[in-house]
């Protein structure tokens, strides 16, 4: 009696009916929105990370919460100054490094020096005509009953915060109290 070599053989594909298939994929639906729904309704504290529980959105801010947003400004020292506002991309920067760093200028941190160090080699490099100061501005976002109040977003009111000449970080001087 002769073996068959494995080369002869052949495997028969395993026949699943088509009604099966439905049914498990139904199965696999079902619990993903199942899942999906306990974490909106769940207890406060439970914590299901891939459906909702995104760092992002797992903040809210309360009526009456003030949140500030800051900017780069360079500003020229011709006769009739001219100031403009630098995009993180122009320097080179992420947008959530550039904020923090902001952040840290406008509240004069300890390493604030170091950063307006930085932005000012930066801002010399990429930024042209090569302006002669920087400045940190600063609005205020104030969140009411219906949300982010609308006029803080259509009409802005920016304010001055704090400035250093280029080539000299060191020299800031303070343009508003925060």
Do not use: N
Request: proline share 8%.
């Amino acid at each position: 009696m002769k073996l068959p070599s494995a080369q002869t053989t052949w495997r028969q594909p395993i026949f699943v009916p088509r009604a099966v298939k439905k049914a498990l994929a139904g199965v696999v639906i079902t619990v993903c929105l199942a899942a999906q729904l306990y974490a909106i309704l769940r207890p406060s504290g439970a914590r299901w990370w891939p459906f909702v529980d995104y760092p992002m959105y797992s903040r809210s801010y309360s009526e009456g919460a003030t949140f500030r947003v800051r900017e780069l400004r360079v500003r020229t020292c011709e006769e009739k100054p001219r100031v403009w506002k630098v995009w993180p991309r122009t320097i080179g920067y992420q947008s959530w490094r550039y904020l923090g760093e902001l952040s840290s200028i406008a509240a004069d941190h300890p390493v604030a020096r170091t950063y307006r160090s930085v932005l000012s080699r930066l801002v010399s490099a990429h930024v042209t005509p090569r302006p002669c100061a920087l400045q940190v501005w600063e609005r205020a976002v104030t969140v009411t009953r219906e949300g982010v109040d609308v006029s803080s977003v259509r009409q802005p009111r920016w304010r001055p915060l704090r400035e250093w000449r280029v080539d000299e970080p060191d020299s800031v001087r303070v343009l508003t109290r925060l």
